[in-house]
Each structure stands twice: as structure tokens, then as C-alpha cells.
């Protein structure tokens, strides 16, 4: 058998007459079927949305994608989330936990600090708590070391006293004598617990933290060759039957005067006086005196705040220089 050729062989010219009658139809009907397709692809691959060159699954995918990203806004509104009142534990060096602050807004207080007259009639007020560096509920690390008190005074200007149990507060804390006449609590090591009154200022080389105790206070805590022992102490607001008094400084008239409280179971945060247009802090020195250098408010009424936001008011008071005045007022127990 003759073996076929791979090259084409030439196509017979078809007769125009056999050509074109027997198979017209056929042909109509296949180029129709062609032109229809063409139709269909030309559509389909000039969709929006479609992919050159993808199937009609992957077209449709597109499509949906295409529509989802037309409706979409054109920035995305980030969700709104609600600041935590609770505050995030952060763990310590050693272990333990400390809150750190939030983001929330702040708590409205549960109840409303009085304001008191100096016949013991209370108002409520909306002065916020004024602590200082010193602050209720928090225990402070640092040492004790003791010094002789001699006759009891000290920065804060209470003058000679019989009390022994008392503490000078390092210079930080001390803070222009906003911790005179604070109470606080210092533990030892041991579980040892003192209470002291701050009435004088110990300056550096005491670190933050440091207290000075007096003779007496430190020999409760460890033998005075101790020298210097570890301690934690905190603010205490404690029961008393002390009233506050006032005293003008030596020296003060009716042109300039410095005003202090003594007596007061809370720390001080502000003293006022009342003047024509309302009332005018003053200025507190390091020694522990309010001054009005003009003689503002000097003999007027008086507005104590402590560090809680408590408020009591003083009856107007002669300039009597140097002599201890008694209100019969004092400051809440917290």
C-alpha cells in the first residue's frame, strides 16, 4: 500500500451550480449558529465586572465583587468602642499588680463633700478632692530614720509640744507644707505599727519616701542603733476629739497678715478668706502660714478645705497675733 503524503494535497474548485444548491440551507443554518456565538462572546467578554480570558464561574465571582466594592462606602467608619471604667491590672517587678490609668471618663462621685459652718451646720458643695502628692488609700515605700525633736517644734510652725509620736516628712513629700499635721501609718518589717503626726520637714539627704521619726517613735519600730530600717506607711484620717483652731502670725494686722489651722484631722489643701467679690485662696509658705500680703480678708471670714474636698467655715476672727483661736468645727473621719 502506497504510503499516505504529508503534504496537503490541492482542493478540487468546487462548480459554482453543485456548489451553492444542494448545501445552501446546511450553511445558513451553521453560519447563523456562528454569528450567534459571536454575538453571545463578544457580550459576555465585555461585561462589567468580567476578567479577560475567564470562565463564566470566575466571571460571575468577579461580577459579585465588583458589586460589593460599587455599594461599599468609600471610607470605612471605624466601630465605636466604649472606654472600660475599670482600670488595666499592669504586673510589677514583683508580681504584683498596679492599676494603670483608662481611657474612660471620670467616675462621678458617690456622695458630695459637706461644707460646714463653724456651728456645725453642713451644705453640699462640688469642690473635687484636692490630695497632693500625698493620697488616701495608697501605701508609700521608703525608710525611717530618727532625730531628737528637742522642744517639738519644727517647719511646720505648731510651736513647743509634749507630743513625741510625731515625724519629719522628706522634702518631696512634704511638698510647701501641705503634709503639716498629716497623720500616717508606718509599718516596719517586723509588723510593727506607729502612728505619727508630720510637724516638720526633713531636707535632703532624705530621699522620697523617707520619714524622720522622732526618738521615741522610732524606738517602737527598732532599737535606735538601728539607725535606718525599711518601712511602708500610709494618710490616715483618724478619730479625734480635737477641734481646728486658728492662728494669726506674729506680726499680722489688719494690712497683711499670715493665717494657719491647727488641729485638723485631714491634711490642708486650701485656705480662703472672704472678700467683696467672693472668696480668695492665699498662698501657702513653707512654714506652713497663709499669707495676704494687702491685708485681704485679714480678721474677715476664713474657708478651710482639706484634701477630701470637705469644706468648713470659720466665723470672722479678730487679728490677734500669735494667739490660738478655736473654732469648735472639724473635718469629717474617712
Not at 479625734?240 to 491647727?262: E, F, L, M, P
Not at 513653707?286 to 494687702?294: D, H, K, V
Request: aromatic content about 6%; overall charge positive; proline content about 8%.
Amino acid at each position: 500500500m502506497a504510503s499516505s503524503s504529508h503534504r496537503r494535497r490541492a482542493q478540487p474548485k468546487p462548480d459554482r451550480d453543485f456548489a451553492w444548491r444542494p448545501v445552501r440551507g446546511p450553511l445558513l443554518a451553521v453560519a447563523a449558529v456562528a454569528v450567534v456565538a459571536l454575538v453571545v462572546t463578544v457580550a459576555v467578554a465585555f461585561r462589567p465586572g468580567a476578567a479577560a480570558g475567564a470562565t463564566g464561574q470566575d466571571r460571575a465571582v468577579s461580577g459579585a465583587a465588583s458589586d460589593a466594592v460599587t455599594s461599599a462606602p468609600a471610607t470605612p467608619k471605624a466601630p465605636s468602642r466604649k472606654p472600660s471604667a475599670t482600670p488595666t491590672p499592669t504586673p510589677t517587678a514583683s508580681g504584683h499588680t498596679t492599676p494603670t490609668a483608662s481611657a474612660s471618663a471620670p467616675a462621678t462621685p458617690s456622695a458630695t463633700p459637706a461644707r460646714r459652718s463653724a456651728t456645725g451646720a453642713s451644705s453640699a458643695t462640688t469642690t473635687a478632692p484636692a490630695a497632693g502628692r500625698i493620697r488616701p488609700g495608697t501605701t508609700y515605700q521608703g525608710v525611717a530614720t530618727s532625730y531628737d525633736v528637742g522642744n517639738g517644734d519644727g517647719a511646720c510652725s505648731y510651736g513647743p509640744t509634749s507630743d513625741v509620736m510625731t515625724a519629719a516628712m522628706n522634702t518631696a513629700d512634704y511638698e510647701t507644707a501641705k503634709a503639716c499635721g498629716a497623720y500616717v501609718s508606718v509599718r516596719a518589717a517586723s509588723g510593727t505599727t506607729i502612728t505619727v503626726r508630720i510637724t516638720n520637714e526633713c531636707p535632703a539627704p532624705c530621699a522620697v519616701g523617707q520619714l524622720d521619726l522622732s526618738h521615741q517613735a522610732f524606738a517602737k519600730l527598732a532599737p535606735l542603733s538601728a539607725g535606718r530600717i525599711a518601712i511602708t506607711w500610709s494618710l490616715l484620717s483618724p478619730a479625734t476629739s480635737d477641734t481646728v483652731s486658728i492662728r494669726y502670725k506674729t506680726g499680722s494686722t489688719q494690712y497683711w497678715c499670715g493665717i494657719q489651722a491647727i488641729g485638723h484631722r485631714n491634711p490642708l489643701a486650701r485656705l480662703e478668706v472672704r472678700t467683696g467679690g467672693g472668696w480668695l485662696a492665699l498662698t501657702r509658705t513653707g512654714y506652713n502660714y497663709f499669707l495676704s500680703e494687702q491685708g485681704t480678708g485679714c480678721g474677715g471670714e476664713i474657708r478651710l478645705t482639706d484634701i477630701y474636698g470637705e469644706q468648713l467655715t470659720v466665723p470672722a476672727l479678730a487679728v490677734r497675733p500669735d494667739v490660738v483661736q478655736h473654732t469648735g468645727v472639724q473635718f469629717a473621719r474617712h
